[in-house]
């Protein structure tokens, strides 16, 4: 399948610790997106990173894009409580999102 | 600002019923993606459509069917329930055809079958 392999399944950190999550893809991107849901609600966009791309910031989130080795990580740094909740990667093909089966992080204060 | 619009919330359907979800994507996008997850389980593409044309299929039962209106809402429908089609069910929309490729989902709809 296309969809992203998520890697860690299950993170738990201390607050103020950063956190570490990797991607695995099969095909060919035009993007790489990172979502975050909160239990049970919807995904909300995090970040985008495109296929020419190797390195991109957005606050506390780091992201990477090796497509060579079609992947990429997600780095979170000082985390917070509310960074709790699983974190998902979505190789987008130019026509469609498949979403892997996440990383679920748990930020203890 | 407006966002993605799921309705029902929750829904409660017995084995062989029917179910209609409906999805409002946000105003101008024209690009709406239907999702289904079930508990613990990664988001599961089943359809989409891009300027009220089905523009790619999922993972969709036959029993399941999908249109989108000319107002751009999409309806997503359920007939022969099964126990399996319990889920978290979710529409996304992305403004496509203007060169975004952001999703923006909706709260979804929890759907128990009995």
């Known amino acids: 399948s296309q969809q992203g392999e998520e890697d860690p399944q299950a993170l738990s950190i201390q607050e103020g610790e950063n956190a570490t999550m990797n991607c695995s893809y099969k095909?060919?991107?035009?993007?790489l997106q990172w979502y975050r849901q909160n239990s049970g609600r919807g995904l909300v966009h995090l970040i985008l990173?495109?296929?020419?791309?190797r390195e991109k910031h957005s606050g506390r989130l780091r992201v990477t894009l090796d497509t060579s080795k079609k992947s990429s990580s997600l780095l979170i740094t000082a985390s917070r409580a509310a960074d709790t909740a699983s974190y998902f990667c979505?190789?987008?093909?130019?026509?469609?999102?498949?979403f892997g089966t996440g990383t679920s992080l748990t930020v203890i204060p | 600002a407006a966002g993605v619009i799921q309705s029902p919330r929750h829904l409660i359907k017995e084995k062989r019923e029917t179910a209609t979800l409906k999805c409002y994507p946000i105003?101008?996008?024209?690009?709406v993606y239907w999702y289904q997850q079930g508990p613990g389980q990664d988001p599961q593409f089943l359809i989409s459509?891009?300027?009220?044309?089905?523009?790619d299929k999922g993972s969709i039962p036959d029993r399941f069917s999908a249109q989108q209106f000319s107002d751009y809402h999409s309806e997503l429908n359920m007939s022969s329930l099964e126990l399996g089609d319990s889920a978290l069910y979710f529409c996304?929309?992305?403004?496509?055809?203007?060169?975004?490729?952001?999703?923006?989902f909706g709260s979804g709809t929890q759907l128990s079958v009995l």
């Open positions: 105003p101008r996008h024209d690009t």
């Open positions: 996304a929309s992305s403004p496509r055809g203007q060169g975004h490729e952001k999703l923006f």
């Open positions: 979505a190789p987008y093909t130019g026509n469609q999102f498949y």
């Open positions: 990173i495109r296929s020419n791309e």
């Open positions: 095909t060919s991107i035009n993007n």
């Open positions: 459509f891009y300027e009220k044309m089905q523009s």
